[in-house]
């Protein structure tokens, strides 16, 4: 669950369907204890927010593994998933405080934090789906490697094939071309004569 990476494509679906179980499954467990959360609030929620405590935990075990996967792709560091473990964690025990403690009389009591929590983990799932994949870069220079093994594979293959060739007798060495000599005045090319012997005669003879 938490190995491999993730596209944004992906990411972005499979996290709505994890959201979207997460509020069907609370809002089924709300209904069926639907005397407890309409009840006054204390003691007797305790088993509606343990319920909806132990659901949002199944349903964020997945929805970390999801972003783990995610800023993997996109090559992020362990500080952004770290803020939003930690976030999670915040708003599961902000989210059972509100469970026990709500009060129809003043519904929003007690949500200004995590209010702020919500708007903050979902800037962090934003920044996770906008940033591009590193995988296409890799990708992208794999090709490139892949196309220069194989030009230069066909070129040794060529040159083997020709040295075979030409040790076998069926095609010529190509001899290595004649040095080019220097112009003269005149433009013929005047080859350089040869240092004169100096001749001394001796008593042995010619020296």
């Known amino acids: 669950m938490f190995s491999g990476t993730l596209g944004r494509s992906q990411f972005f679906v499979r996290s709505c369907l994890v959201g979207i179980a997460e509020m069907v499954s609370l809002f089924i467990c709300i209904m069926i204890q639907s005397g407890a959360a309409s009840g006054p609030p204390g003691s007797g929620r305790y088993r509606l927010a343990a319920t909806a405590l132990l659901i949002s935990l199944f349903f964020n075990f997945w929805r970390v593994g999801l972003a783990i996967r995610r800023n993997r792709d996109a090559g992020g560091g362990e500080v952004v998933i770290g803020i939003y473990i930690v976030g999670m964690c915040m708003v599961l025990g902000l989210q059972t405080m509100a469970l026990i ?3 129809a009389a003043a519904p929003t009591s007690g949500m200004d934090y995590l209010s702020l929590l919500y708007l903050a983990l979902g800037v962090i799932w934003l920044y996770l789906l906008l ?7 890799i990708e992208a220079s794999s090709r490139h490697s892949a196309r220069h093994e194989r030009e230069a594979a066909s070129a040794n293959s060529q040159l083997s094939l ?6 076998a007798g069926k095609t010529r060495i190509p001899a290595p071309p ?3 000599l220097p112009q003269s005045f005149l433009g013929a090319a005047q080859p350089t004569p040869a240092p004169r012997r100096r001749t001394e005669f001796g008593r042995r003879g010619l020296k």
């Open 131 to 137: 940033k591009p994949s590193v995988a296409i870069g």
């Open 178 to 180: 004649a040095p080019i």
């Open 162 to 167: 020709a040295m075979e060739q030409a040790i």
């Open 101 to 103: 403690t709500h009060n």
